[in-house]
């Protein structure tokens, strides 16, 4: 079972020493090369102030692509979590389980309490820029070394998908 | 730095000899310049300009590349097989290859052609023929993959073809090789060709929508030899201009006694006139068998067809259809230039080209000015068709393409060179040397209304000292030119697969925005399709098994598989369930007497394998996949016939005595 970096944001201005900046610029342009070949090395991912600080348009919340808010009701919609659990079985049932067992990639058990819905929706249809911008995205890579592939979900499919695994983290 | 200096010096005395040989002298610009190598690179991570297709002859596929780099981006196999992309090979894929005869896993394709609407390249298909056994083979240009196959009946050597009209409405097949119809008993002495043997020129029609191809109807013609052919466009668009040889009927020893004649002829085929007679009920029906190969995107299954019949229209009954235009000395190209008014011959064994005009042919019709007629087809007066000569032009002229300014660019194969020059006024205006003895020429679009003309590749058939030695079988050669100037200046040799003849080039954009990234597996509608790894499974009928297996980065499911028997054929139904671009994986099994599957992402490609004994049989991906591509494995066991070994398979299930350092 992966552990999950926890992410803390600090306003970049208050670390604003000129030296820091340029180590901060020097660690993102080695990460980005690291990215390249689907590995990266252990010093580039473990301060996530720094890559902050090199990416400060990243939002770590919300992670990067389409989706800024998702509309998510309290209660579960079944017919929309079926339509996503039949997307999970063509697309993501290779490489994922729907228990905390890793496969190829994590399990999706407690998926949806540790990442939030426009982050999980922009992963899984910008996955390849994901994987290069996410912290939490490459210290996963740095576990299963395979780059999860986008399998070019639609929109409804993603919030489809996203209600399965809501689903499955025992929304009812 | 040596070799440099002796190319530098073999190749300033070849161009002093060439000079000295030609009637115009040549200057040292004909020599490689400094700003060569500039030209012709295309930086690391940049995109080539032009796609070129060119055809692999007798490797019998297609060839892609970029220019002005020279580099190979891709070879599309059509008429061979294909093991490194299981064409040919997959179950799939081997219907494409039937034909009449049976399965032929070999052709020779010589002429690309791209499909064309209003006179311009669309980017839609690009077609090639087969000189062997008679076929015209259609490439889809979204995914780079022969998607169609029709054979010809009637037809031996399908060398005059696959050229088109101007908005695609027909790929014609002229026949090479004229023979006794294929209706009619062919067990005849050979030396009755003059009684027995056909020529036959096929009208293949191309549906607007989809492409597919039917044969519309044949031309019955005198037994001689069609060369090459192109079609009328702008004003001409509507007629056909076939090159003749061997217009002597002889049968045997071509090269002396196909030479006899001081002309030979350019036929011009009216083929609205023919649609008249077609339409009009005055074809008559001739039963034939011929086979017709698609290839579905859906199911990524081609299905053959054998067809029984075809239209044919006789050229000596139905006077108006074809006339005979005389051209020097065995033809070879037939070219029309972009206006659609100019109609070049290149006689092989001819020292000067001549020109002909369409306005005046039409005339020479009208007027009936005719000199005979040969074998029931009216034999057009020469002058009266003709426009003019280029004189001396060079020795064995052989193709021409165009640049729409104007000029004609025309291939001497016995004087290595490419002669540019006017089509108005005839003058030669420059030459330039090829390394050695060209064949066809390409400019991008050069046989079209509208050419592209930054380029002139030259396709040689001879290569000798280009290239590091490889043994007595050397590449052929493409040379690339820059014809943005008023002289040619060669930038680029490079080497090609098989035999270069025909090539034809456009500009990348008309191509490159439709490309396919990857089959969608919603729409994956092949039989055997597993959509999930929930839906693998492995199923006996009889002594056939079908594994239904998922490939994904960087396993396959099932990869354990137990109580395949000796005697069994089992058939391995593997999609690819990525859906990104650039995500194939490869399927291959010990001891298989068949090649690999290459699986496109949302594809289903299926791999026969017949186990000859018992044992464990390895299984694994072929294209690295992932970093733990090699991971990507399984196994198969093979019991005896009657064992009684259940059929059983699995995914990530150990036994649970298979080692004692085994722990989750």
Redesign the interface.
Known sequence: MPNLVPVIIKSPNLISMKKFISVCIILTVLYACGNQN??VSNSSVTDENKTEGGNPSYDPNRGEGKFKSVEVSGKLDDVMAESGNKVY???C???HKTTEEK??GPGWKGVTSKYSAPWIMNFITNTDEMITKDPRVQAQLEIC???M?????TDTDARQLYEFMRKNDGVK | MQKTKYNTIAMASFALLLGMLSCKPKNAGNAVSADAAAKAYVAPGKYDEYYNFVSGGFSGQMAVYGLPSGRLLRVIPAFSVDPEKGYGYSEETKPMLNTSHGFVPWDDLHHPEMSQTNGEIDGRWVFGNANNTPRVARIDLTTFRTTEIIELPNSAGNHSSPFITENTEYVVAGTRFSVPPDNVNGDVPINTYKQNFKGTISFISVDKADGKMDIAFQIQCPGVNFDLSHAGKGKSHGWFFFSCYNTEQSNTLLEVNASQNDKDFIMAVNWKKAEEYLKAGKGRKQSVKYASNRYDEKTHTATSTIKTEVIVLDSKELKDICYMIPCPKSPHGCDIDPTGEYIVGSGKLAALIPVFSFDKMIKAIAAKDYIGDYQGIPVIKYESALYGEVKKPGLGPLHTEFDGKGNAYTSFFVSSEVVKWNIKDLKVLDRASTYYSVGHLCIPGGDSKKPSPKYLIAYNKITKDRFLPTGPELAQSAQLYDISGDKMQLILDFPTIGEPHYAQAVQADVIRKNSLKFYKLEENANKYVSKGEGTTKVVREGNKVHVYMTAIRSHFSPDNIEGIKLGDEVYFHVTNLEQDWDTPHGFAVKGAVNAELLIMPGETQTLKWVPERIGMFPMYCTDFCSALHQEMQGYVRVSPAGSNVPLTFSLGTNLPKAGPEVKK
């Open positions: 689907g590995t079985s063509v697309k049932s290779s490489c496969l190829v070394l395979v780059r592939p986008n399998q070019n979900l």
